[in-house]
C-alpha cells in the first residue's frame, strides 16, 4: 500500500481544521501543518492530530508556503489540502481504495476538487487538481498565487473527490494585492499567473483592465487551452460590463478557435440570445450544449448543469416562449431527469398544469 504524507499549510483556521483532519486523518500515515502566522487555536487543534506542526513566516507566496510543507514529508506522496476542504464518505472508501492499488510508477494523481454547490448540494463547479504527488521527484510548487505543480512521469486520474466547504469569506483582496506588489516590483509574470491576474481585476470589477490582460494573454500564445478558453469567456463578462454586448458573443465564438465547443460556452451563447428574446437562437445553442461531451480529464473548469440541466430548463423557457407547449414540456420533463426537485422545474410544471386546465 502507498504511504501518504498530508501537507497543510495553515493561519487561523481555527473554525475549520478540526472537520477537515476529523475527515483525512485516519486515512493518510502522516499529517504535515506548517503554520504561517496563526493567532488563534489553530495549532492546539492541529496538536490534535499530529507532532508535526512546523511555524513558517508568511512571504505573500502560496507556493513557498506548500513546498515548505512538502519538504518535512517522509511517505511515498504527498497530499495537499485546504483548512476548509474536506472528504466525504464515499470519497474516504475511494480514497482508500487508491491507497491499496496505487501503482508506485505513479507520479502524480488528479482528483475532482468540488467548488460549487446549489441549493440541495449538487456539485455546480468542479475541476482536477493534483492532488498526490510522489515525493522527492522532482516536482514543486510554482506560483505566488494559484500554485500549482507541472507533472511529471505518470499520472493517474482518481474517483475521490475533495470538496471545499467555506464557513466564511476569505480576505478578498489578498491575491489582488500580491499580484499587483509583484508588478511593481518588476515581476513579469508567467502565463498561467497573467491569466489568473485577469480573473482577479474581474472579481474586483476593474472590467476595463481585464480585459487587457486577458487580450495580452490570449495574443501572445502561450496561454493552456483551456485557460484560452475561460479567457475568452472573461473577455466577454467584461464586455457586457461594459455594455459592449456584441464585442462580447464575439469573444464567445474565439473560444471555437482553441477546441470544440464546450457546453458552457454554449450555455453563455444561449443565453446572450435568450436576453435579446431571439428565442429560436437561443435555442439552438442550447441544444447544441447538450450534443457536447462532458470531459473532466480536460483540466478545466466544469459547470455540470451545462451538460444537462440547465440547457433542458432553458430550452423549456425558449420553447414556452415561442409558443410550443409540448416541446416545452418535455424539456422540462428532461430536465427534471437532472434535478426533479428543481424549483424551476416544479414551477414550470404547476404553470403547464395551469395551461391545461384552462383549456378544458
Known sequence: MASVSLCMIVKNEEDVLGRCLGSISHLVDEIVIVDTGSTDRTKDIAARFTDLIFDFPWQDDFAAARNESFSHASMDYCMWLDADDVLLEEDQAAFLALKESLDPAVSVVMAPYHTGFDEGGHV?????????????????????VHEAVTPL???????????HRKTRPSDPDRNLRIYQARLEAGEVLEPRQQFYYGRELYYHHDWETALKVFER?????????????????HC????????????????????????????EVCCEIGLWFFQKEQYRQAAYWYALALTCT??????????????????CIQLCVCYSRLGDTERAKAFNDLAASYKPDSPAVLHNRAF?????????
Not at 241 to 254: M, N
Not at 295 to 300: A, K, L, M, S, T
Not at 352 to 360: D, G, I
Open 124 to 144: 455546480t463547479f468542479s475541476y482536477y487538481r493534483e492532488r498526490l504527488i510522489k515525493n522527492r521527484a522532482g516536482m514543486s510548487w510554482a506560483g505566488a
Open 153 to 163: 512521469g505518470k499520472t493517474l486520474y482518481a474517483d475521490f473527490a475533495v470538496t
Open 217 to 233: 494573454f490570449l495574443d501572445e500564445g502561450r496561454g493552456w487551452v483551456e485557460n484560452n478558453i475561460d479567457a475568452c469567456c
Open 236 to 263: 466577454a463578462y467584461c464586455h457586457q460590463k461594459l455594455s459592449r454586448p456584441r464585442e462580447a458573443l464575439e469573444a464567445l465564438f474565439r473560444t471555437f478557435a482553441y477546441d470544440r465547443p464546450r457546453a
Open 294 to 311: 462532458r470531459d473532466d480529464r480536460r483540466g478545466g473548469f466544469v459547470s455540470p448543469d451545462c451538460y444537462g440541466y440547465l440547457p
Open 352 to 360: 403547464f398544469q395551469a395551461l391545461s386546465e384552462q383549456a378544458v
